[in-house]
């Protein structure tokens, strides 16, 4: 099967009646990872034929809750669920002692886990490699304000990825300032996919255009999209010549060429 990126939910902050908030399921030659886990992930992946059973690794871009809610219910679930194999999950400074919390939190103790949960706080700009699949977090400027420096010191930390195996390469930008954040992490990568949450569509068609990315996945999309996507292709029409594709719930982009 060739590799695939299936959108489990295209909302932002606010899920709507259309969309579940942020994740999604990759497929690369078979192994399944989920990048975000704001959607009701697991019923998901049963409803689209995946198990979670079978989800090797998560990857979070952070800690705001349209990106992690489902995290707790996921691992809960793979606990009652005897899961057989180790899951691993990768996310910004401070991912591991906020999941030990949330479980003791809520009367599970982390070391009582039925499985092996391994979790790593990343290092920006260190690519991680699971099978074919290798993945380098980049910091964004999503949470870098001052207030937030002040309220939660070093912490605040927001994510983007540099996603690749053989045949594709593309670039998640997390949650954004700006696509120019992008610029460094862009090259050589054949999907965009951008959220839609804090731009003006106008705004990332141009990016998507200067650095010549063939194809963009717009996702994260923010209330005045919800229910209009076709806004966002009316300003990328005349500014962004490659191919655009504006997520639903259940979007598949295929990332690599059937053998
Ligand atoms: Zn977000």
């Given amino acids: 099967m060739p590799d695939q990126l299936l959108v489990l939910g295209s ?55 349209d990106h992690v809610a489902n995290l707790g219910l996921f691992i809960t679930q793979n606990h009652q669920l005897h899961r057989p194999t180790e899951l691993k999950i990768f996310g910004p400074r401070g991912t591991r002692g906020k999941i030990n919390r949330l479980l003791t939190d809520s009367f599970l103790l982390p070391e009582k886990l039925r499985f092996p949960l391994k979790i790593t706080n990343i ?21 870098e304000k001052p207030a937030h420096k002040s309220n939660f010191g070093r912490k605040a930390m927001a994510c983007g990825m540099v996603l690749s195996a053989p045949g594709w390469r593309m670039v998640y930008s997390g949650d954004l300032v700006s696509p120019h ?7 050589s990568c054949d999907l965009l996919v951008h959220e839609m949450a804090h731009h003006q569509p106008e705004t990332v068609a141009d990016f998507a255009e200067a650095a010549r990315v063939p194809r963009v996945l717009i996702t994260h999309l923010g209330e005045p999209f919800d229910e209009a996507p ?21 979007t598949k982009v295929q990332l690599s060429q059937p053998a």
Avoid at 51 to 60: G, K, N, Q, S, T
Avoid at 123 to 138: A, I, K, N, R, W
Avoid at 181 to 187: A, C
Wanted: proline share 6%.
């Fill in 11 to 65: 909302a932002s902050g606010a899920p709507s009646g259309r969309r579940f908030a942020t994740a999604f399921a990759l497929q690369v030659t078979g192994k399944l990872f989920l990048i975000d886990c704001g959607a009701p992930v697991s019923t998901l992946l049963y409803r689209y034929g995946l198990d979670p059973l079978d989800v090797h690794a998560i990857f979070l871009s952070h800690w705001h809750m």
């Fill in 123 to 143: 290092e920006p700009d260190t690519p991680y490699q699971e099978g074919l699949l290798s993945v380098s977090f980049f910091k964004t400027q999503h949470l």
């Fill in 181 to 187: 954040e992008l610029s460094p992490h862009i090259k």
């Fill in 230 to 250: 076709e806004k966002i292709a009316t300003a990328f029409a005349g500014r962004y010549n490659g191919h655009l594709t504006i997520a639903e719930d259940g």
